[in-house]
């Protein structure tokens, strides 16, 4: 038997009800950038997703179009693997519900449940959420309106089968207890033992088989019911991996992946994953999968998407106008894993401008452009410490490879692009520091001339190999440029080798890797974007109480904007860091010295926790320079320079190519 360690990752498995949005892609994208992450660390992976094919909901959507419901899932299905396949998501195995392989599973799992008193009949009175395809009881329906999702239920009365939750949920509150890593984010734990564990009646039974419709799979010695969506659905995770069958090559690959090392799931299905599943697994005696993580969800225009807002977005268009690797990259770099976050035109453009085109795109084409100039193309060789910037570069490339393998290990995503991108700016930072157009002055620096070269050029290969897991058609851009091949010197750990792959290799400058975008334009496009989706959405969606009309939206929004005059008082301007001091008595503050091309100034800010002194000297920022000067703690501050804040980073802003102090920033 092989020893390699394995990694079995899940998405949820998606109701083809409907064509999938940039929510669905969301998940996908996520557990795409784990697999291949792992993958990359050399595990073997088993990277599964799938489709929800059963239930009232789709039977439903089926009559709707006139078509069976296998003929109208089976044509939804052929697009979602086309969407997968366009999105590059990596997955190992699809599962489908409708397959036989799973709806044996499915039926020796509920024998069992029956032969060993787990499960009784009885009959539902209550209320279901026909789009989430869950029971509520009276307690929980507000309004008539389902508590989850806000839409509105219906009255159900039938015979059904019951499975005896109740005898589970203290072991599944112990088990809790005793693995803390289980599920992730904590909140989404507390949140369920506040809601159903810990209740006054505590965990109900649950209704598992309906017997008023019949797309389903058959109870096994009862045909007139079929078994509950949700039961059904859960047991992909164990029918693709070959639990229960007879073949000695399933079962062997069921023991050699089973439990799962993650399940992705988004907040509005954490019940059925954290209650329920774990208790079927508990009742089959099995362990149950090492963590489910529930994430946030990405909202649009900061609303859920629905189409009566008209904010839904198709990812199809948008990876054909921006490219795949944009799309990917704001989902995983914009929202923190975990949390919700907001898709809005302009924050996926600002960070394609900023993070793509100006940082990534601008590092490789400036970096490609100088060696063409100067060395006709060749990598020259590295030289220790041939400028005073080299050691902090080559200290902070290794500072941020470990956060970026810490952070994975933690599925921030958001965090280990952070750390990426702190590379890649640093890169940047490095041609300010070391200003080659000086050095190719001087014959006698041409050895440090080319030492830069080879740095940035390293930085590159290092920032190429890092993005795998994220972006998956960058990286094969880059080394067509750099001039390497995949193969060594695209391996994991070969970053770990720092300078020992590039020297004599030909680069070879293409056109930039990003182009800059035009945001009034693109804008539009993405609205465009957003009326045809909502247009094609075919199902009905109900507001959600709490949504504010259209109308209402934009005259806040319409009340934030400031006119172009109200901008153009401001005035803002480049200015070179010429010395900085500590403020005396506080420690948070610095004097910065800066030079405005025709005059100095003073200015008291407060980035000591963020930048040490010499950092900063020689880095041109921007400045606010028509600020009302204060005094702060004695020392005169005039003016203000310009910085990005997120969480417990704060990021200055520097201009991306020399320019002359005092400019105006427009
Ligand atoms: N079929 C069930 C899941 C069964 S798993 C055994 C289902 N399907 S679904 O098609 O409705 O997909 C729900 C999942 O899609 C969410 O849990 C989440 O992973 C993803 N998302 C749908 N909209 C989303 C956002 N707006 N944002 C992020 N993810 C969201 O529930």
Redesign the pocket.
């Known amino acids: 038997m092989s020893d390699q360690k394995t990694f079995y990752v899940t998405?949820?498995?998606?109701?083809p009800s409907n064509k999938l949005?940039i929510?669905?892609v969301?998940?996908t994208v996520a557990a795409d950038a784990i697999a291949r992450y792992k993958r990359l660390r050399g595990y073997d992976v088993m990277y599964l997703t799938g489709t929800?094919e059963h239930g009232q909901k789709i039977q439903k959507r089926a009559e709707e179009e006139g078509k069976t419901p296998q003929a109208f899932v089976d044509e939804i299905v052929v697009g979602i693997k086309d969407l997968w396949k366009k999105l590059d998501i990596s997955y190992d195995d699809y599962i489908r519900t409708t397959e036989d392989r799973h709806k044996k599973v499915v039926q020796k799992i509920f024998q069992q449940f029956v032969d060993q008193g787990d499960i009784y009949l009885g009959e539902y009175e209550g209320w279901y959420c026909l789009p989430d395809e869950a029971f509520f009881s009276d307690r929980q329906v507000k309004d008539g309106k389902c508590p989850d999702c806000g839409r509105p239920v219906q009255k159900l009365k039938e015979k059904s089968y019951f499975f005896r939750m109740s005898k589970y949920a203290d072991r599944l509150i112990q088990y809790y207890e005793d693995h803390p890593e289980f599920v992730e984010p904590v909140s989404r734990k507390n949140e369920m033992l506040q809601n159903f564990l810990k209740t006054e009646g505590g965990l109900e039974d649950l209704s598992i088989s309906r017997n008023t419709f019949d797309w389903g799979i058959p109870v096994p010695n009862d045909p007139e019911h079929v078994v509950y969506v949700w039961l059904d659905?859960?047991t992909?995770y164990l029918s693709a991996i070959g639990y229960g069958s007879d073949d000695a090559e399933l079962q062997a690959k069921y023991e050699k992946y089973w439990p799962a090392n993650v399940q992705i799931?988004?907040k509005?299905?954490v019940r059925?994953h954290i209650i329920y599943w774990p208790i079927f697994l508990m009742a089959l005696g099995l362990p149950l999968p090492k963590k489910v993580f529930g994430?946030g969800?990405?909202?649009v225009n900061g609303d859920?998407?629905s189409k009566s807002l008209g904010n839904v977005i198709d990812p199809v268009p948008l990876v054909d106008h921006f490219g795949l690797d944009t799309v990917r990259y704001f989902m995983l770099r914009e929202v923190p894993f975990g949390e919700d976050g907001t898709f809005t035109p302009s924050s996926f453009l600002e960070r394609s401008n900023a993070d793509l085109a100006n940082d990534l795109g601008n590092l490789l084409h400036r970096t490609l452009t100088m060696v063409e100039k100067y060395f006709d193309g060749k990598v020259p060789a590295i030289v220790p410490n041939a400028t005073p910037h080299d050691e902090a570069l080559k200290a902070l490339v290794a500072e941020k490879v470990a956060r970026v393998e810490a952070t994975m290990e933690r599925l921030q995503f958001s965090h280990a692009l952070t750390a990426i991108w702190e590379i890649i700016r640093a890169g940047n930072r490095y041609i300010e520091q070391t200003t080659p157009w000086n050095l190719a002055k001087n014959e006698a620096d041409r050895d440090t001339l080319g030492s830069v070269m080879a740095n940035l050029l390293e930085n590159l290969r290092i920032v190429s190999i890092l993005i795998q897991p994220f972006l998956t058609r960058t990286p094969q851009k880059m080394w067509a440029q750099l001039g390497i091949s995949e193969g060594e010197a695209t391996a994991w750990d070969s970053i770990h080798q720092y300078g020992a792959y590039l020297e004599g290799i030909q680069t070879k400058k293409g056109t930039p890797i990003f182009p800059r975008l035009d945001l009034e334009k693109e804008r539009e496009v993405i609205d465009q974007i957003m009326i045809n989706t909502s247009k094609k959405h075919a199902a009905p969606e109900a507001p959600k109480k709490e949504q504010k009309p259209q109308e209402e939206k934009a005259k806040v929004e319409e009340n934030n904007y400031i006119d172009i005059e109200q901008f153009s008082k401001v005035d803002l301007r480049v200015a070179e860091i010429l010395e900085v001091d500590k403020v005396k008595g506080a420690d948070r503050l610095l004097k910065l010295q800066l030079d405005l091309g025709d005059e100095r100034r003073q200015v008291v800010s407060g980035i000591t926790e963020y930048y040490q002194p010499d950092e900063l000297v020689g880095q041109k920022v921007i400045m606010v320079a028509n600020l009302k000067p204060v005094t702060l703690r004695k020392e005169r501050s005039e003016g203000m320079i310009l910085a990005a804040k997120e969480g417990d980073r704060l990021v200055l802003s520097t201009v991306s190519a020399d320019i002359p102090n005092g400019t105006r920033v427009k």
Do not use: R, V
């Not at 998405?11 to 109701?15: A, K, L, N, V």
């Open positions: 998405t949820p498995i998606y109701y949005h929510g669905h969301y998940t929800d659905a859960l992909n799931i988004g509005d299905i059925f994430h969800f990405l909202l859920k998407m």
